[in-house]
């Protein structure tokens, strides 16, 4: 069977305070949901242009954009003095992408700090949206520094917020596939330093989240690789287990790695995180009818 076509948009628009944001779309013909993409530290949208035509190819509008100072958006490389600044620009990416189709449901989908970066946007801004997917989220850390070492950090950060240190992520604890190990460890756009204000940032993002997921109003679908080593499982599971909207599931898949949407079982994962925006949505629509195409589709 030959794969619907697919347009594929590249754009800059204007994020919090101005900055230019490279964004991306893959567009299907006709769209039956939105999908807004938020990627992870140290990458960009460029990593997910499998996601975006695999969704767009089963009736999503997939929009991403790349982090501030990531990618190719504009900003101090690897920056960010406030984590709400985080929140401002997906705030503004949402605005964008809800207005080309106003008439679909929305889902959110994080991976890892874009992850973090989407349930703290549904716990502190409470957005209109279908609902919240995570990919290996940075709920939980699993280097978080010492009482001390983390008062330390925050005391330098507000002294030097641009100060650099290294956080290069190994390569062989994203997947399995070393093919994808290698194309990361390639990827110029891919960074290997953190300034001290978004290490301070990030980390202060995490303990005011977590610890909030009950104030969550839209169903989430948390997903995660048990092998999971650089953001443990424990912070999905906690998270999840707080969550209060119906629909709101975890999925916890044996063997995989940080990235679960790069591993070899890929179209598995995409297919119950498309499979649950399905369900999601004949949730809030009780009286239309159900095709036989979605209903095939959804379990």
């Given at each position: 069977m030959q794969e619907p076509r697919i347009r594929r948009r590249e754009l800059l628009f204007e994020g919090a305070g101005g900055l230019d944001l490279f964004g991306r779309a893959w567009l299907p013909a006709h769209a039956e949901r939105t999908v807004l993409l938020v990627h992870g530290w140290a990458e960009h949208s460029g990593r997910y242009d499998h996601v975006g035509a695999w969704l767009a190819a089963r009736g999503c509008a997939v929009h991403a954009y790349d982090h501030r100072g990531h990618g190719r958006s504009a900003g101090p490389r690897g920056h960010a003095r406030h984590f709400a600044d985080y929140l401002d620009d997906l705030e503004i990416a949402l605005v964008r992408a809800r207005a080309e189709t106003p008439e679909l449901p929305v889902f959110l989908l994080g991976h890892s700090m874009g992850g973090l970066v989407v349930a703290a946007f549904v716990v502190e801004r409470a957005p209109q949206i279908a609902g919240a997917i995570t990919t290996g989220a940075a709920l939980a850390v699993a280097d978080v520094p010492h009482r001390v070492r983390l008062a330390l950090l925050r005391l330098v950060a507000r002294i030097a917020p641009r100060l650099r240190m290294d956080r290069p992520i190994a390569t062989d604890a994203l997947s399995r596939d070393p093919e994808v190990c290698r194309a990361y460890a390639e990827d110029p756009l891919v960074l290997r330093r953190m300034t001290l204000g978004l290490g301070a940032a990030f980390l202060g993002a995490v303990g005011r989240t977590l610890p909030a997921a009950a104030r969550v109003q839209v169903p989430m679908l948390l997903l995660h690789g048990a092998e999971d080593s650089l953001c443990p499982v424990e912070g999905s599971r906690s998270f999840h287990a707080a969550l209060a909207p119906p629909g709101s599931d975890l999925r916890i898949y044996p063997g995989l790695r940080h990235e679960i949407l790069n591993e070899p079982e890929r179209d598995?994962?995409?297919?119950?995180?498309?499979?649950?925006?399905?369900?999601?949505?004949?949730g809030a629509r009780p009286a239309e009818p159900v095709s036989w195409r979605e209903a095939g589709r959804a379990g």
């Open positions: 598995a994962v995409l297919d119950d995180l498309l499979g649950w925006a399905r369900r999601v949505e004949i």
